[in-house]
């Protein structure tokens, strides 16, 4: 298979190098593309040398801070144009452990559309996290599988492998989602296209170095969209077989 790891950066001069180290020493064989929103602080710069250093390493520059949704959007993008079998998503602050790549991958080559590096389901773990905040996550993966009814422990999870032919079959256009409702909208869809989506266990860890990305507003546009979603496809009975809309 051929394999492109996007890494979408905002400010992560302090991780970039560590996490294309430990991904390009873990998987070889992949392609990574670092997917970087005009980071002030010279995040594309320290990746392009790492890329003359090593190959298989781009960098996609972007004009301005644009989100983590359209970012992935733009790799993904570039990837089904060049003909990649398999495109990863992770994030550039090492809580998704490039040691865990394999088992993604090996989870779409034996034939899932969708793989999930899940905290939630049996051998999954998130270490160091207080009680209060783990049931918040908890309860919100809880709430998106009722809503809208898909068997799911972790769909807000960021760290997932795509079969590139169950991308094509989404209209990527039309995901204009941020944050978790990007992760959300994203299995949905892949479910609802009839894909065959896995859960895989991780261990996810808070970053050490730089700072969160996470906000309130992008926590209240997933649970927004989720409850539009479960409205619309699960009352309304409307677009059963159309990919979900973005927006209400």
Do not use: C
Not at 48 to 53: D, H, I, L, S
Not at 220 to 246: C, H, K, M, N, Y
């Amino acid at each position: 298979m051929r394999v492109l790891v996007v890494i979408p950066t905002y400010q992560e001069a302090e991780n970039v190098v560590d996490v294309l180290d430990r991904v390009r020493a873990t998987v070889p064989e992949a392609d990574v593309l670092v997917v970087d929103d005009a980071s002030p602080d010279g995040t594309a710069d320290l990746a392009e040398a790492v890329g003359r250093e090593r190959e298989g390493v781009e960098v996609l520059r972007r004009a301005a801070k644009l989100g983590l949704g359209p970012a992935y959007r733009a790799g993904f993008t570039h990837g089904l144009e060049r003909g990649y079998d398999v495109i990863v998503e992770m994030d550039a602050d090492l809580s998704h452990d490039p040691a865990e790549l394999p088992a993604l991958l090996g989870a779409v080559e034996r034939g899932a559309d969708l793989a999930i590096g899940s905290r939630y389901v049996a051998g999954g773990s998130v270490p160091g996290w207080p009680r209060h905040r783990l049931l918040l996550s908890k309860a919100g993966n809880r709430f998106t599988a009722a809503v809208l009814g898909v068997p799911l422990h972790d769909a807000t999870a960021g760290y997932r492998a795509y079969r590139a032919e169950a991308l094509r079959a989404l209209a990527l256009d039309r995901v204009t989602t941020y944050g978790y409702g990007f992760q959300v909208e994203m299995a949905y869809l892949v479910l609802r296209a009839g894909g065959r989506v896995v859960e895989v266990p991780i261990t996810f860890r808070d970053r050490v170095r730089g700072t969160s990305k996470m906000s309130l507003s992008i926590v209240g546009e997933a649970i927004r969209l989720v409850t539009w979603w479960g409205f619309r496809d699960r009352v309304l009975r409307r677009g059963r077989s159309s990919p979900v809309a973005a927006r209400p």
